[in-house]
């Protein structure tokens, strides 16, 4: 190792996204010397492209809007969404430390008043924060608490002295860490390789999220012995149009709004009120692989301009809203077989109006909650949309502290990691906003850990 100071500290964090921000803007507080290594030539990684969307319970913005809400039902939906596959111990553990989170977001002035029910949520739990701000204000108070930050390094492979991780190699430098290395290099979506090897019914997805996002801190921890969780329930999202691009996430999920799916063939499929994950599993086994979400007037009135995944005037703007004054030429513009969109829409209507069971037992327009609307009034919109592979909840294998463990269960000394590369809280399926969450908290949670670990040294006063 290098014996440049800069280059000897007390933590090293890999990846600058919100869990590696909030692990060093926590650990810089704490009074730690850390550096935080990014692969790109700036931060954020999949956390500033997200939606913003948090999923907290027992908050101002919820009592405000008259939610009835507890960390126990939260932690009941988790499970539930989670379909058994789950590891209740990390769930536990973020609805224990959920408070940390909130706090963070309140000292960065993130909060908006929205919110909502979404996938995987018995009540409305879905929290938009303005993540620019958020991330914005962990970075800036982590360099001025002495952090520094490394762009454009990706680090390469962790350094093991025979007993614990004391640092890391990155394409430039050799960092030496005394008390701890925190993994927090996102998923692997970015990653053809990873995605045949660890989920093949998902590679027709559209590859997205980070660009740095290609499983740099899986592969590390794994040569290590790392064991991993939830890997093969890995989904990709449906809601993009197929030419969404870096700069700008074009995702709608007007099906949460009433809207149908219809398939290139004018069929429903699905459940249009099931998690998104479980939509873009059914949706990349359709002909062509895509959705359209058709509605009718009532439905795009519900339109949330501004608001991620609701906002239909940004989707008109980009020319991506298909118009129609009758469910004919609506039809007809998108491709579909004639009389099949009508038929389709009829059977549902039938449905709604409770004259028959709807045929994929929807009975609610997201998770069961919310009354259904016929598709009934002009003009008829179309949105048509694929799966694309936004993030890979699944990854290595952790205890409630953020400690990687090996394949036996044994924890790995000095080797930490939080988000979305690490595996076991999301199970089978997805919690709208449980990613942003568990990368701010158990970011968090690994810088308190390793301050507690023994290992600390704080090496400047503050
Ligand atoms: C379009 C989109 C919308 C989303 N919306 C939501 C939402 O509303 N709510 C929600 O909960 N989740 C959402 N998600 C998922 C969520 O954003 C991510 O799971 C979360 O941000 C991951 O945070 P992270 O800190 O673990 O990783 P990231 O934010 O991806 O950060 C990882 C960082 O590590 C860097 N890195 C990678 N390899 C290396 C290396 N070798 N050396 C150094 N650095 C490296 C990357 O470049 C990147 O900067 C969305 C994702 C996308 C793509």
């Given at each position: 190792m290098t014996t440049h100071d800069a280059h000897h500290v007390d933590a090293v964090v890999v990846g600058g996204g919100l869990a590696g921000l909030a692990a060093t803007y926590r650990l810089a507080e704490r009074g730690a010397r850390v550096a935080l290594v990014e692969k790109?030539?700036?931060?954020?990684?999949s956390s500033a492209m997200s939606g913003g969307w948090f999923a907290l319970s027992g908050t101002a913005v919820q009592r405000r809007a008259g939610v009835d809400d507890t960390s126990d039902t939260f932690l009941a939906d988790m499970v539930e969404s989670g379909g058994g596959f789950a590891d209740e111990k990390l769930l536990r553990r973020l609805v224990e430390r959920e408070g940390h989170a909130i706090e963070t977001i309140e000292r960065a002035r993130a909060w908006t008043d929205e919110l909502k029910v979404s996938a995987?949520?018995?009540?409305?739990?879905a929290h938009l924060v303005r993540i620019p701000e958020l991330l914005a204000f962990l970075e800036q108070q982590a360099t001025q608490h002495g952090a520094t930050v490394w762009r454009a390094n990706a680090a390469t492979s962790l350094a093991w002295d025979g007993s614990r991780v004391v640092g890391v190699r990155t394409e430039h430098a050799e960092f030496h860490a005394r008390a701890g290395v925190v993994l927090t290099?996102?998923?692997?979506?970015?990653?053809q390789e990873l995605i045949e090897l660890?989920?093949?019914?998902?590679?027709?997805a559209m590859p997205y999220g980070?660009?740095?996002?290609?499983?740099d801190g899986l592969r590390m921890a794994w040569m290590l012995g790392a064991g991993f969780a939830d890997i093969g329930h890995v989904g990709g999202t449906y809601?993009?149009?197929?030419?969404?691009t870096d700069e700008e996430?074009?995702?709608?999920?007007a099906n949460y709004l009433g809207a149908i799916l219809v398939d290139a063939d004018g069929d429903r499929f699905t459940d249009?009120?099931?998690?998104y994950k479980i939509l873009g599993t059914a949706v990349l086994k359709r002909p062509q692989r895509l959705a359209h979400q058709i509605f009718d007037a009532v439905v795009r009135a519900r339109s949330r301009p501004g608001v991620p995944l609701s906002d239909m005037e940004r989707i008109d703007e980009l020319g991506h809203l298909v118009r129609a004054p009758t469910l004919i030429d609506l039809e007809e513009k998108l491709g579909i077989p004639p009389g099949r969109l009508v038929r389709t829409v009829d059977a549902y209507n039938e449905g709604v109006a409770g004259r028959r069971d709807d045929s994929f037992g929807r009975?609610?327009?997201?998770n069961g909650v919310g009354a259904l609307v016929p598709i009934?009034?002009?003009p008829f919109f179309a949105y048509s949309a694929v799966t694309a592979?936004?993030?890979?909840?699944g990854g290595l294998s952790v205890t409630p502290d953020t400690a990687v463990t090996r394949v036996d269960g044994t924890r790995i000394e000095g080797l930490y990691a939080a988000g979305e590369?690490?595996?076991?809280?999301?199970?089978?399926s997805y919690m709208t906003g449980t990613a942003l969450t568990k990368a701010l908290v158990f970011g968090i949670e690994a810088a308190h850990t390793i301050a507690g670990s023994g290992h600390l040294v704080v090496s400047r006063s503050n």
């Open positions: 790109r030539d700036r931060l954020g990684g995987g949520m018995r009540v409305a739990r290099t996102g998923g692997f979506s970015r990653s660890f989920v093949p019914n998902q590679s027709g980070g660009a740095g996002n290609s499983g809601g993009q149009h197929a030419e969404t996430h074009e995702l709608l999920t249009e009120s099931a998690s009975t609610g327009l997201v009934a009034t002009a592979l936004t993030s890979t909840y590369l690490v595996g076991g809280f999301h199970g089978a």
